[in-house]
């Protein structure tokens, strides 16, 4: 069964910081990984997309990467910003039943 | 864009009512789905469906059922609440096939007294 980690679960850095989030899953067989923010008490909102045969995806100040034999994601996000505080998920889209599967989350705080 | 829409975004019940979540989607997208958002639990998939009055069990189905008879609506059905069941539900939806991704609703946050 796919299981999916998320590390840290919980970073604080000062605005401007470069940062990185780690997303591991165990079975590389995968169509696709998706990354999402979410806010608290709101729904998700899609980030990223990263077909399995792409090794990333760019949006703004985001940039996703994706090493499927390794089973890893990462997301860089870029002179990060207060406005940038929420939780962020990844999920991957296997070929075991077709469903998406979630990682726990890393829940981000910009300092201003 | 493709906009999903959970008709409540507070809802508080009681315990043994039924409750009916409600969640539209606007662009003609095969796959529908219900998870349930708990702390430290994260994401769980109650149901979803890829068709007009087709449904599959996901990972909890325990205490819910869904009805598909349109294929922008999918609803989520708990026959009798129960306070277990307060919690996070969101509604996603997604094309058929493999390369495409989900799009979720803003959630409902559901509280059985």
């Known amino acids: 069964k796919q299981e999916v980690t998320q590390i840290p679960a919980a970073l604080s850095v000062p605005e401007g910081e470069n940062l990185v989030l780690n997303c591991s899953f165990t079975d590389s067989a995968i169509y696709n990984l998706q990354w999402f923010r979410q806010d608290p008490g709101k729904g998700l909102t899609s980030l990223l997309l990263?077909?399995?045969?792409?090794r990333e995806q760019t949006s703004g100040r985001l940039n996703a990467s994706l090493d499927k034999s390794s089973g890893r994601s990462t997301l860089y996000i870029a002179a990060s910003q207060p406005g940038d505080s929420a939780t962020y998920l990844c999920?991957?889209?296997?070929?075991?039943?077709?469903?998406?599967?979630f990682g726990g989350g890393t829940r981000l705080m910009v300092k201003p | 864009d493709v906009k999903v829409t959970q008709s409540s975004r507070y809802l508080v019940k009681r315990t043994g009512e039924k409750v009916f979540l409600e969640c539209v989607q606007d662009m003609d997208h095969e796959n529908m789905f219900w998870y349930r958002q708990d702390p430290g639990l994260g994401l769980r998939l109650i149901y979803f469906s890829y068709d007009v009055k087709m449904k599959e069990k996901g990972d909890i189905p325990e205490g819910y059922s869904v009805s598909r008879e349109k294929k922008e609506r999918f609803s989520l059905i708990l026959e009798s609440a129960s306070t277990n069941q307060t919690s996070m539900y969101l509604c996603a939806s997604s094309l058929l096939g493999e390369i495409y991704g989900y799009t979720f609703g803003s959630g409902t946050r559901l509280t059985v007294v």
């Open positions: 999920a991957v889209f296997g070929n075991a039943g077709n469903m998406l599967t």
């Open positions: 990263i077909q399995s045969s792409q």
